[in-house]
């Protein structure tokens, strides 16, 4: 292997012979990353390193000072590769808590990031379920305990979103219900349940993508990754709060047993669904995941999933759209994402939005078909009707920012895993609120 390259931290301007305010130098040993303006510095240091990985740069070494844990985390994000390796060597100088934490969140986001990335004939929903039960047993141990209802199951335990949605694919669909438990004891009160959206492919059915749109549609399992990573993540930081993890996972395909437009579901609690569009088929699969995590009895539920291009349209792709009922929770988990250096913005939602889905045939339709409609906010609605508690203790994260369709000069095309670090303080910090 080719000896690694140092990267050094610089806080004055390039020489000028390098052009004007350079990002990046050489002395001939190492490379230099310049950072001129502080109040930019996170970002400075990850377009650094990701203009070193664009050049075919694959093992480094930080050296010297002002590598703190922010610094050093920002390189590794920037430094991130969707192909290929990425060797990244941690300064000599870090303190071990600050090795542990930066390890933990390289581990976490690595397992996403290949999670998302995968193709969608090798992550399929068992493969993810599967996946998704490794992960949490590396950092949890015996602690962890899950059952797995799939196929036609699905219809005997009345989860009606999955099955309908994923039923036209070859690849069964399937509910993950993981217990991480370090009480000892069974009868510990379950303290957040997490739900996770999981369509490892989405076609959009019968209302079908085009083909631009469809390529990268593995990454609709984002959300389903992202919370398995979050709760990961805050099992290695030292969590010891039992948690739940529910995984709604189907491929969203075409066949003659493929749901249609005029369908009507009816949910385990009552609620009846008109199909208005198959691509709107998130919310379809997070409603039995939100009523299992009702079932559990957890004050707090949060759910992720890449569920509406609306919420991007808002935002772009640098932010996740947080939706809730709870304002302070809101804010809370707001600034938790923000000492974690990652950027959420909540959205508007309200009683309202749970009734702009009419349908003439239904309790609700699972979309609008009025043009100017608040998409993102309308699905969150939608979800609203599922959860416990008229909506308090929820959190409902559109992961905008989750993946990109290509390189950018911050990201390497595919995940981001933005979102897992901010779940994760949620779940670290949730008796603060």
């Not at 004939?121 to 039960?133: H, T, W």
Request: net charge negative; charged share 15%; hydrophobic share 40%.
């Amino acid at each position: 292997m080719i000896a690694p390259l140092s990267i050094l931290l610089s806080f004055t301007a390039s020489d000028p012979k390098w052009g004007s305010n350079a990002l990046l130098t050489s002395n001939g040993d190492a490379m230099s990353i310049h950072i001129t303006d502080e109040t930019t510095q996170l970002e400075s240091i990850q377009r650094g390193a990701r203009r070193l990985q664009t050049q075919g740069i694959s093992n480094v070494k930080l050296e010297g000072e002002h590598w703190s844990l922010a610094n050093q985390w920002a390189f590794a994000k920037g430094f991130s590769v969707s192909k290929g390796e990425a060797n990244l060597t941690w300064t000599p100088s870090t303190p071990a808590d600050d090795i542990q934490i930066l390890n933990a969140r390289r581990d976490s986001r690595d397992w996403a990031v290949t999670a998302i990335n995968a193709a969608p004939e090798v992550m399929y929903p068992e493969s993810l379920i599967e996946s998704a039960i490794t992960e949490i047993t590396r950092v949890a141990g015996d602690n962890v305990s899950y059952q797995i209802i799939k196929g036609d199951e699905l219809l005997q335990h009345k989860w009606m979103g999955i099955h309908t949605v994923g039923r036209a694919s070859k690849r069964i669909p399937a509910m993950l219900l993981l217990d991480y438990n370090p009480t000892g004891n069974t009868n510990a009160p379950v303290d957040v349940a997490l739900v996770g959206k999981g369509i490892t492919f989405d076609s959009g059915g019968y209302s079908l993508k085009s083909s631009p749109g469809m390529i990268t549609m593995k990454c609709d399992m984002g959300g389903a990754a992202t919370v398995t990573a979050a709760l990961s993540l805050a099992i290695a930081q030292g969590l010891k709060k039992r948690v739940s993890l529910i995984l709604c996972c189907a491929e969203n395909l075409v066949n003659g047993e493929a749901y249609k437009l005029g369908d009507i579901i009816t949910y385990k609690n009552g609620t009846t669904v008109e199909i208005l569009n198959t691509d709107a088929e998130g919310r379809l699969v997070l409603a039995d995941g939100l009523m299992a995590a009702g079932e559990t009895g957890a004050p707090l539920i949060i759910n992720a999933a890449t569920l509406t291009g609306a919420a991007m349209t808002a935002i772009g792709t640098h932010y996740n759209a947080l939706f809730a009922f709870d304002n302070e929770l809101a804010s809370h988990a707001i600034a938790l994402g923000h000492s974690a250096g990652e950027m959420n913005w909540q959205l508007p939602l309200a009683p309202f939005h749970m009734h702009e889905c009419p349908s003439y045939y239904a309790d609700t339709a699972n979309t609008s078909m009025t043009k100017g409609g608040a998409g993102a906010s309308n699905a969150a609605g939608f979800l609203a009707r599922f959860v416990p508690n008229n909506g308090q203790g929820w959190l409902h994260f559109d992961l905008a920012a989750c993946f990109q369709n290509s390189g950018s000069s911050k990201w390497s095309a595919g995940a981001t895993g933005l979102g897992i670090e901010t779940i994760a303080e949620v779940l670290l910090n949730n008796k603060d609120i």
